[in-house]
């Protein structure tokens, strides 16, 4: 088991250990997304989710309105922005301490969504590709900044993927563009390493099994596997009987070191880390 490499974040001005993995839930206001937590959001459908999974335990809440499955063009930046301003409200008001990020590619949505509603962390799917001015708006808001590295975009990302080696390439190009980001000032800088963006069945496997390499870029990492299509198509099932293989996936990844891992069922993953956790402090007693 690779031991959790501790690391701190300034959220808010607030200093968030990271000594022991953390769950993000996701709050997905897109019903063209793989797997809708929610079918046409409603404020009253937003403020049941939110009061689901802080019930069940979140350390976060990851907020997205532009669906980035593979092979959908997603929404307009009007669009998004109507979707975070219902939302983002009922999330402030029912979770005030917890700590919030918004799923945006858009450095305009990113800039709104912390000037005018105080969100704590901007999650690029794109690490600044999609947009830009995203790196630039990210050191001016002075905020934890999680990049993700995909290869394409979503409407075409999953037309033929390839790679040498999918993990040297993965790891070369995150350490590349936080370096582009600390150059600008961005002091906290998480990696994800993209799971189902860009790469093939075998491709998410190969990155699984070698996901400790990724420490090497000395920022905390981010796995989001949460019943993706590299769990459904392996098993031969879908997005709703994925859980049990989430729940696999992620115990590996816990056990590999991974600090925050994004799902869609928080309580199903704080046992799982309440589980891993435990095995580590034994190993650490022996």
Same mark, same amino acid.
């Given at each position: 088991?690779?031991?959790?490499?501790?690391?701190?974040?300034?959220?808010?001005?607030?200093?968030?250990?990271?000594?022991?993995?953390?769950?993000?839930?996701? *709050?997905? *206001?897109?019903?063209?997304?793989?797997?809708?937590?929610?079918?046409? =959001? &409603?404020?009253? @459908?937003?403020?049941?989710?939110?009061? @689901?999974?802080?019930?069940?335990? &979140?350390?976060?809440?990851?907020?997205?309105?532009?669906?980035?499955? /593979?092979?959908?063009?997603? $929404? &307009?930046?009007?669009?998004?922005?109507?979707?975070?301003?219902?939302?983002?409200?009922? $999330?402030? %008001? *029912?979770? =005030?301490?917890? !700590?919030?990020?918004?799923? &945006?590619?858009?450095?305009? $949505?990113?800039?709104?969504?912390? %000037?005018?509603?105080?969100?704590? +962390?901007?999650?690029?799917?794109?690490?600044?590709?999609?947009?830009?001015?995203?790196? #630039?708006?990210?050191?001016?808001?002075?905020? /934890?900044?999680?990049?993700?590295?995909?290869?394409?975009?979503?409407?075409?990302?999953? #037309?033929? /993927?390839?790679?040498?080696?999918?993990?040297?390439?993965?790891?070369?190009?995150?350490?590349?563009?936080?370096?582009?980001?600390?150059?600008?000032?961005?002091?906290? !800088?998480?990696?994800?390493?993209?799971?189902?963006?860009?790469?093939?069945?075998?491709?998410?496997?190969?990155?699984?099994?070698?996901?400790?390499?990724?420490?090497?870029?000395?920022?905390?990492?981010?796995?989001?596997?949460?019943?993706?299509?590299?769990?459904?198509?392996?098993?031969?099932?879908?997005? #709703?009987?994925? *859980?049990?293989?989430?729940?696999?996936?992620?115990?590996?990844?816990?056990?590999?070191?991974?600090?925050?891992?994004?799902?869609?069922?928080? @309580?199903?993953?704080?046992?799982?880390?309440?589980?891993?956790?435990? +095995?580590?402090?034994?190993?650490?007693? #022996?």
């Amino acid at each position: 088991m690779h031991p959790l490499i501790p690391y701190t974040m300034n959220v808010s001005g607030r200093l968030l250990q990271l000594d022991k993995p953390k769950v993000m839930g996701i *709050l997905n *206001l897109s019903e063209e997304s793989f797997y809708a937590t929610i079918s046409a =959001p &409603t404020r009253e @459908k937003v403020f049941s989710r939110v009061e @689901k999974i802080l019930a069940e335990g &979140t350390d976060m809440i990851d907020v997205g309105a532009c669906s980035t499955r /593979p092979g959908y063009a997603g $929404v &307009t930046q009007e669009e998004e922005m109507h979707a975070l301003r219902m939302a983002l409200p009922i $999330v402030r %008001e *029912l979770a =005030p301490d917890v !700590v919030l990020s918004v799923d &945006t590619y858009r450095a305009d $949505v990113a800039a709104m969504c912390v %000037e005018e509603y105080g969100v704590d +962390v901007i999650n690029d799917i794109s690490a600044g590709e999609m947009d830009a001015r995203m790196f #630039d708006t990210v050191a001016r808001l002075r905020v /934890p900044y999680i990049m993700m590295h995909m290869q394409g975009r979503p409407d075409t990302m999953q #037309d033929n /993927p390839r790679y040498v080696d999918v993990v040297d390439e993965v790891l070369a190009y995150l350490a590349r563009r936080g370096n582009e980001l600390r150059d600008r000032g961005v002091a906290d !800088v998480i990696a994800d390493p993209g799971f189902g963006f860009g790469k093939t069945l075998e491709h998410n496997y190969q990155l699984m099994s070698r996901l400790e390499e990724l420490h090497t870029l000395g920022m905390p990492l981010l796995v989001g596997i949460s019943r993706k299509s590299m769990i459904y198509r392996l098993l031969d099932t879908t997005p #709703d009987e994925a *859980l049990n293989g989430t729940t696999a996936l992620n115990t590996v990844a816990l056990m590999k070191g991974a600090h925050i891992l994004r799902v869609h069922d928080v @309580k199903a993953c704080r046992e799982c880390m309440q589980i891993v956790e435990t +095995v580590r402090g034994n190993d650490l007693h #022996d």
